[in-house]
């Protein structure tokens, strides 16, 4: 299936955002269109690996408590989290409590600290020419991994980074318009 209406009469719409309003939000909205800017992108790396193992859905209803929760994703005062701050985290039923994923937005907002580049510069380095991608047709044709988003891994990962293997990168490419993975027929399709 290329897209489908999210049965309210409106708009085709990739397959994935249709059961939910909040989705259909984030589809219509935000996902796939270009992002910038070092807090803005630094938020998506945070997000794409507190979502590893769950649904998006999970992450989207829990996003504000989440900045919130992590000053905003200011990489300049999470990175000065502590054992108190993330033993707080961890107490804090309004995000996702998971250890190693708090640690590592922590560990992450150092690495944005050390980098020699804009974090945004270095993301959008690894974006592909969108001319020579094919839009897909079906939820099927859009990979989980591409070369792309294992170059970008390994690259996050020689930099400090953890919790950014190729999935949660892809998925990162996707979220801030790296790529396009809007389907066939999706009225987002450009």
Excluded at 5 to 31: F, K, M, N, Q
Excluded at 44 to 73: D, M, T
Excluded at 109 to 116: K, T
């Amino acid at each position: 299936m290329t897209a489908r209406t999210s049965g309210d009469g409106g708009p085709l719409r990739c397959v994935w955002s249709t059961t939910d309003p909040e989705y259909i939000a984030y589809h219509d909205e935000e996902w796939g269109v270009p992002l910038h800017g070092e807090q803005a992108m630094f938020e998506r790396v945070c997000l794409e690996a507190f979502q590893s193992g769950l649904s998006w859905l999970v992450i989207l209803r829990k996003r504000e408590a989440f900045r919130r929760a992590f000053a905003r994703f200011d990489p300049l005062r999470v990175a000065e989290f502590g054992e108190d701050d993330v033993r707080r985290l961890l107490a804090d039923q309004s995000i996702v409590r998971n250890r190693a994923k708090i640690e590592a937005a922590v560990r992450n907002a150092r690495a944005v600290l050390e980098l020699d580049v804009p974090l945004d510069e270095l993301l959008w380095s690894f974006a592909p020419d969108a001319s020579r991608r094919a839009r897909p047709r079906t939820i099927e044709d859009v990979p989980a991994v591409t070369p792309e988003s294992k170059a970008m891994a390994k690259e996050l990962k020689r930099r400090g980074f953890a919790f950014v293997g190729p999935t949660t990168c892809y998925a990162l490419m996707q979220a801030t318009g790296m790529v396009d993975d809007h389907l066939v027929g999706c009225w987002r399709a450009s």
